[in-house]
T-cell receptor, first 110, second 117 residues
Framework: GQNIDQPTEMTATEGAIVQINCTYQ??????LFWYQQHAGEAPTFLSY????GLEEKGRFSSFLSRSKGYSYLLLKELQMKDSASYLC???????????FGDGTTLTVKP | NAGVTQTPKFRVLKTGQSMTLLCAQD?????MYWYRQDPGMGLRLIHY???????AKGEVPDGYNVSRLKKQNFLLGLESAAPSQTSVYFC????????????????FGQGTRLTVV
């Protein structure tokens, strides 16, 4: 089976930096996805890490350590529109399936 | 380009009724998935398909059936709805990268809010 842990809630201030952690235990690991989900909407893709290291995409970066079973999503220069749920999803070699964590609800305050 | 389209968007069922949720994608993706999402929880995989004519069970398949008669469509059926199936259902699709060591991101439909009373 797979076990994915991420914090339930986080709060940060507009303009600040926030790091959302995700730890996992799995077999057949084939990469880790981060998705953003605004309330009442569908998840949308943010990043995918399959090798160790940092992937940067504008204000968002994602890091992976396969040996530690650990990833984080880093959001810089926070904006009010970044208030959303952030889902960590571990992908396996089996037909492209992903197992999702319960999500971290981020609230950005002025 | 519509992406992934789910119908209906909302539905209320009585316990014991049946219904089918339709998912259509126009991106020629091989893989399709049905997830459910309950309050405060992540997405849980119900069933998935790796290609036309194929289906497989996910984490929570009981009480659901699926079919993929055409590559672009993936149907989720509830034969006898129960209150425990009240949830938001998301369909998703992704393409096969052709490389075992690399998966691709999923594209999601807008969801179906189902209430069983």
């Amino acid at each position: 089976g797979q076990n994915i842990d991420q914090p339930t809630e986080m709060t940060a201030t507009e303009g600040a930096i926030v790091q959302i952690n995700c730890t996992y235990q799995t077999s057949g690991f084939n990469g880790l996805f981060w998705y953003q989900q605004h309330a009442g909407e569908a998840p949308t893709f943010l990043s995918y890490n399959v090798l160790d290291g940092l992937e940067e995409k504008g204000r968002f970066s994602s890091f992976l350590s396969r040996s530690k079973g650990y990833s984080y999503l880093l959001l810089k220069e926070l904006q009010m529109k970044d208030s959303a749920s952030y889902l960590c999803a571990v992908s396996t070699t089996n037909a492209g399936k992903s197992t999702f964590g319960d999500g971290t609800t981020l609230t950005v305050k002025p | 380009n519509a992406g992934v389209t789910q119908t209906p968007k909302f539905r209320v069922l009585k316990t014991g009724q049946s219904m089918t949720l339709l998912c259509a994608q126009d991106m020629n993706h091989e893989y399709m998935y049905w997830y459910r999402q309950d309050p405060g929880m992540g997405l849980r995989l119900i069933h998935y398909s790796v290609g036309e004519g194929t289906t497989a069970k996910g984490e929570v398949p009981d009480g659901y059936n699926v079919s993929r008669l055409k590559k672009q469509n993936f149907l989720l059926g509830l034969e006898s709805a129960a209150p425990s199936q009240t949830s938001v259902y998301f369909c998703a699709s992704s393409f096969d990268s052709g490389r075992a060591a690399m998966n691709t991101e999923a594209f999601f439909g807008q969801g179906t809010r189902l209430t069983v009373v």
